[in-house]
């Protein structure tokens, strides 16, 4: 008989978009779609061997962050994972780098924070732990609602990691904020990991940061946009209605205008009529080399470009 245990502690809830349609057929795919995923396995192309690419790849990463993050547990259910501590900040910095690094390797994937008592397994075997709980069916259900590759939390979330760990929270403050979801206009707390792409432990002050700090940031989060915006990675989410809104939605926030107080001329709204990586590479480039001192001024001053 497994030993289980009760502890209260912080719950990462992740889920590959567009996997259910993907896997029944439902979005109609031309080789173009395969080729970026399973050209490198050198299988045909069809739905079912993209979805395990896909699917490799999430593991991979989860695999790579079991190693990179010793204090938290995982746990995979094929197209979504749990991944729970009770160490706080370990998962907030788990949640932001996971994301960012899902966008980098072609993912596009949603998620939700919590905290509260969780029902777990100690044991570790090959069928992995499993939780069970309220804030484990409340993470889950928050993936559920936003559109896009957003994190939604609970209130307390961020109250509980300022009880936890004040220094570390007081530094983060600017990733928890409110948004208005526009398919019924309720406001949702959010996680905005793409706010500061690559955190770590020793990330600075986001409340106070210099301009140059603020762009730095501004930069590298154009740049996640711009890999969903451009990515042949990404040309089989599109293919679906649904899927399309989900890559929109992702491209739009990522690429916002004013966060950090950032005003910038690449507010992209839609992905690139012909995705590939050279044109990720150029665009990025373009961000990379856009002056800084134009980066900061006056909303009617900006010059839109592509």
């Not at 695999?63 to 938290?72: A, I, L, Q, S, T």
């Not at 709204?269 to 995705?275: D, F, I, L, S, Y």
């Amino acid at each position: 008989m497994e030993f289980i245990s009760k502890n209260n502690g912080a719950i990462f809830f992740v889920d590959i978009l567009g996997m259910s349609a993907l896997t029944n057929s439902k979005i109609d795919l031309k080789n173009e779609d395969y080729s970026p995923w399973l050209d490198q396995y050198h299988k045909e192309y069809t739905d079912q061997f993209l979805a395990a690419s896909i699917l490799a790849e999430f593991r991979e990463i989860l695999m790579e962050f079991d190693k990179r993050y010793p204090n938290v547990t995982i746990s995979q259910l094929s197209d979504c994972a749990f991944i729970w501590s009770e160490n706080i900040k370990e998962i907030v910095l788990f949640a932001s780098n996971f994301m960012t690094t899902a966008v980098r390797r072609g993912l596009l994937c949603r998620g939700g924070l919590t905290y509260g008592e969780i029902i777990e397994t100690n044991q570790n075997h090959n069928l992995g732990r499993f939780i069970v709980g309220k804030a484990v069916t409340d993470a889950a259900k928050l993936e559920g609602i936003p559109k896009g590759a957003r994190v939604l939390i609970d209130q307390e979330f961020p109250h509980r990691l300022w009880e936890q760990d004040k220094d570390f929270a007081g530094r983060v403050i600017p990733l928890f904020a409110p948004f208005i979801n526009p398919l019924d206009y309720t406001t949702y707390d959010e996680f905005r990991w793409y706010v500061c792409p690559d955190m770590d432990v020793n990330v600075k002050n986001l409340s106070i940061l210099s301009d140059k700090e603020k762009i730095e940031l501004t930069k590298e989060r154009l740049k996640v946009a711009n890999v969903i915006r451009c990515s042949p990675k990404f040309n089989w989410n599109s293919k679906s209605k649904e899927g399309l809104t989900q890559v929109r939605a992702s491209i739009s926030f990522i690429a916002a205008n004013e966060i950090l107080d950032v005003l910038h001329n690449f507010e992209w709204t839609q992905e690139v009529a012909k995705r590939n990586e050279e044109t990720v590479i150029s665009v990025s480039k373009k961000v990379d080399n856009y002056p800084d001192y134009k980066l900061i001024k006056k909303a009617d001053e900006i010059e839109w470009m592509d």
